[in-house]
């Protein structure tokens, strides 16, 4: 099975600030990685598929890049409603994986 | 609009069993594969399953292989999942999710979500 890593676990950043986070895999996966933002209490929502793609609806300030087993999510200009916390998901292969998440909250 | 509905949650004993529904409606159910990604308190998403648009193909994550079994009622727009022999460590907020079906992915991602149904594994 392909297994997904994040960094950092949590980030603490300031409103206009520009956050990276990034997801490796234990195997090439290509182009193959979705990104999620999910809020407290609420479901998942796709920003990024196919390492690069903006998910209609996202804000551009949502980017992603990478491939291969190792990738990014950029958020350029940090806005109060992006305070949440950021999966990736390998779409490679079965069993599809997750990565641990990453936490961005208020500095 | 997309909108998927989860039910059939609740409290079951160590052993038990429980079967989740998913109502699908503001697309055609029928041409998308879709999927079950649970959260258990407090942690991060975990695949779970996927059945293809047709139910030919269906895929299980190691932990529920042998005890869950997905499937899909294209003519009643609905995804069950059918959770035997349930643990301590099922529970969780189970996840529908839609696959989108504009690019050939090899494995599965998750356009759309419900709002999930908690599954309480509990004596």
């Known amino acids: 099975d392909i297994q997904m890593t994040q960094s950092p676990s949590s980030v603490s950043a300031s409103v206009g600030d520009r956050v990276t986070i990034t997801c490796r895999a234990s195997?090439?996966?290509?182009?193959?990685l979705a990104w999620y933002q999910q809020k407290p209490g609420k479901a998942p929502n796709l920003l990024i598929y196919a390492a690069s793609n903006l998910q209609s609806g996202v804000p551009s300030r949502f980017s992603g890049s990478g491939s291969g087993t190792d990738f990014t999510l950029t958020i350029s200009s940090l806005q109060p409603e992006d305070f949440a916390t950021y999966y990736c998901q390998q779409a490679n292969s079965f069993p599809s994986t997750f990565g641990p998440g990453t936490k961005v909250d208020i500095k | 609009e997309v909108q998927l509905v989860e039910s059939g949650g609740g409290l079951v004993k160590p052993g038990g069993s429980l079967r989740l529904s998913c109502a699908a409606s503001?697309?055609?159910?029928?041409?998308?594969?879709m999927n079950w990604v649970r959260q258990a308190p407090g942690k991060g998403l975990e695949w779970v399953s996927c059945i293809s648009s047709s139910s030919s193909s269906i895929y299980y994550a190691d932990s529920v292989k042998g005890r869950f079994a997905i499937s899909r009622d294209n003519a009643k727009n609905s995804l069950y999942l059918q959770m035997n022999s349930l643990r301590a460590e099922d529970t969780a907020v189970y996840y529908c999710?839609?696959?989108?079906?504009?690019?050939?992915?090899?494995?599965?991602?998750?356009?759309?979500w419900g709002q999930g149904t908690l599954v309480t594994v509990s004596s």
């Open positions: 503001g697309f055609t159910f029928s041409s998308y594969s």
């Open positions: 195997q090439g996966i290509s182009s193959w």
């Open positions: 999710a839609r696959e989108p079906n504009h690019i050939a992915v090899r494995g599965t991602f998750a356009d759309h």
